[in-house]
């Protein structure tokens, strides 16, 4: 299996438009029909399956950006981290590194 390359930034990126992937809108509350209860109930209760799974959505849409923004703090802290490394050990060793 190959390698997969992805940067940072592209990680970051695809973050930030997950963002507007589920629209900011109102839950939708308030229908009834007059004189007929049966009907009412049954638009209460499709209105309400609807805004359970606009909820669901959400959530699992700002699950996965907090997901993306916390792999790209890891690699870059583990690029860092690598970085310092190797100059610490280039240092020791008296290599020059640029």
Do not use: Y
């Amino acid at each position: 299996m190959g390698d997969i390359s992805i940067s940072v930034d592209e990680v970051r990126r695809v973050a930030a438009k997950m963002v507007g992937v589920v629209p900011d809108e109102p839950d939708v509350w308030g229908f009834s029909v007059a004189d007929q209860p049966d009907l009412s109930l049954a638009l209460a209760e499709f209105v309400g399956c609807m805004n359970d799974c606009t909820a669901e959505r959400r959530r699992g849409v700002e699950a996965l950006v907090t997901g993306l923004r916390e792999v790209a703090d890891m690699f870059e802290n583990l690029d860092a981290t690598s970085q310092a490394d190797v100059h610490a050990l280039g240092a020791v060793e008296g290599w020059v590194i640029e």
